[in-house]
């Protein structure tokens, strides 16, 4: 996985790289070649008593460092522009895909999930992507070149290099070999540990209500020992490692000396030589070391790639059609200058739609027509489909059976961009992103006046509290609109999709949270706002619905009934259960 990650993102910047393989060999050659400057000083100048032998390898010698420390500086600058630039393309990626996938494939990794794919395991990638070119030329250059230059200087001493190396490898393989599990079990737990934080934060009413919170700290704190079990354990063989692999590096520099300092006295090998054996053997270990902390850095690295590609390489179901048809909606207009949008006419026919892999389909074999200029009401009980059949029309899901039509098109035969942007939404949950009111309501016209946006807030009934608010638009507004209540919210949802003027309006159960006096006088306004226009209606309230020009009554999946709401109490019993249930207070119906 990390090979394929390397392949793909490394397409752009060859150039950065090929700079930093220049350099880093440059900085090898520079590191093999200051021993040698060293033993030279040594045999020729101070065992020799040359002075000027000494004063220019010395010059040479601190030219040479001077390189070495330049290469090394700029090299380790370029590794981190070219791992900054990676982890920007790949959160880049990740997000333009989360924003093509559909509320189902988003559902299979779940929010917490690919936010923390989309920021932790992005920085574990960079982390090891700055390792990996900081040491990507120079460690090897550095551990080949070094063992052939300690060759050089004595081929019976360099036995040591034949025993030492083989047993670092072999470390660091039965090291690593128990990491890679331990890593992925530990990502897994992170995206526990941040769910449960994420439900507990955004579920502390209700825990505090039910007096649930010992429940759920213990509920955490049992992800969070396994976590830091798993961390501890991880943690504590790469701590482990470093001590092993000091005291094979220690045990070698002795048996250097000890045998070195034999074979200088049997006249075998020059005292500079040994310094420079040394040296390189130094090198050699340091250059397993730089590749003993990339093994270290890899195993995590990997399981973030494959957690990564895992998103990136999910084809969303809801895709483009090739080729997309010319077809087009009515242009859409601006509230309140522009006239109204043309209205189109929505066909069902035969429409179903089940989960991959579920028992039973979610809807089977709707059919109805949406006129144009008519509004049409949904209603059900809970579970039955309702927001579902809605989220079908803007193609948030794709039916899995029969045709959906605008004016005679398939809707799977037009660009998604062109269908979306025709169609004004206000959806079930009414969500407000951080910023201002203006920011928010703006969403739906990027370029609307104040002044548009005053007269759409007072059609959507919203003047009351916001003449209470002394910033006004400028009010700020909380993450999720929490600093607001749920009728606010719901209001200024309805007034964000008033602000474009479309041929199709879709409310999916978006007057909820409203009072019956605010709920009339709000659907008194639409109505005369939204007259040209087709509407569909999610409801629970059949007081809401009942002067609709159509209603489809839901039952487990299936259309029961449509028609009016006179109609519907006559011929549909479960319309009439429902109404029922309803309105008893309100007299005989």
Known sequence: MLIGFARRLLGGHKAHVAAIVVLQLVQAAAT?????????IIDEGIVAGNNPVISRLGAAMAAIAVVQAATAITAGYLAAVVAMKIGHQLRAEIFTRIQSLSSQEVAVFGTQSLTIRATNDVQQ?????????????AGPAMGLGGIILALQQDVALSAIVVVIVPLLLLIMYRIVGRLIPL??????????AGGILREQIMGASVIRAFVRQDHEVRRFA???????????????????????????????????????GYRIQAGLMNIGALTAFIAYIMQILLAIMMAMYVLMTAPRAAVCAERIGAVLSLEPSVRDPRPATTAALPAVGRFPRDPPAPSCRLEFSHVGFSYPGAEAPV???????????????????TGSGKSTLLNLIPRFLDSTSGTISLDGVDIKDLPLQTLRSGLSIVPQHSHLFS???????RIAAPDATDEELWAALETAQTMRFMR??????ATPVGQGGTNLSGGQRQRLCITRALLRKSPLYLFDDSFSALDYDTDTRLRQALATVLAPATVIVVAERISAVENSDLILVLDGGQLVAQGTHAELLEVCPTYREIADSQLALDGPL
């Open 363 to 381: 809807l089977a074999d709707i059919t109805f027509t949406a006129a144009p200029g008519t509004t049409t009401a949904i209603v059900g009980s």
């Open 435 to 441: 910023g201002t009111i203006a920011d928010n309501l």
């Open 183 to 192: 890593y992925r079990e530990g990502q897994d737990l992170l995206d526990r």
């Open 125 to 137: 990638i960079q982390a090891f992507a700055v390792l990996v070119f900081t040491m990507l030329v």
């Open 468 to 473: 209470a608010l002394p910033l006004g638009l």
């Open 32 to 40: 093999l070649l200051l021993p040698t400057v060293n033993a030279a």
């Open 222 to 260: 049992r992800t969070n020992s396994a976590l830091t079990a798993n961390n501890l354990q991880s943690a504590l063989l790469v701590a482990g490692m470093l001590p092993m692999i000091m005291l094979v590096i220690n045990m070698s520099s002795v048996a250097v000396v000890w045998f070195g």
